[in-house]
């Protein structure tokens, strides 16, 4: 229960950042803007992070090399992501962008998910995953009817 509890914060986190991401383009360079939200996004950790290690006075988890090696490949992948989004919100709206890029992301997480970290992947998750990929198509089919 805990756990859906992190998720449903989460996405509703997440779906602020978007729509706050999607507000700021047009108003301001992505570059920017990426150092703006990357910056704070990194700030807030790391006061958290302080305020844990100095009351508890020791590591919650074990560092590791390959944790910090990882933490900076997503810290890289992030902050490309963040450049490319403003951008990406400049020439689409959030009901097209949105769709395209989570649900893609859930298709390749899943796949690198499977095929890297040899993830289990049911019936039903894998129906799942074909679902959201064909709703993909739905969203680029029905947006080049408009234009």
Do not use: C
Not at 114 to 134: D, P
């Amino acid at each position: 229960m805990i756990l859906l509890i992190l998720i449903f914060f989460a996405t509703v986190f997440y779906t602020l950042f978007d729509f706050f991401a999607s507000k700021a383009s047009n108003q301001l360079d992505p570059n920017f803007s990426a150092v703006l939200f990357n910056g704070i996004g990194a700030l807030i950790p790391f006061v958290v992070y302080v305020f844990y290690k100095l009351s508890k006075g020791a590591q919650l988890i074990t560092t590791t090399r390959a944790g910090v090696l990882n933490s900076i490949l997503a810290g890289v992948s992030i902050a490309l992501f963040s450049m490319l989004l403003i951008k990406v919100f400049e020439k689409g709206g959030l009901t097209y962008v949105v769709p395209l890029i989570y649900g893609g992301t859930i298709v390749l997480a899943s796949l690198l998910g499977w095929l890297v970290s040899k993830e289990q992947i049911t019936l039903l998750q894998g129906l799942g995953i074909v679902v959201i990929a064909l709703g993909i198509g739905m969203v680029v089919v029905g947006k080049a009817q408009v234009i």
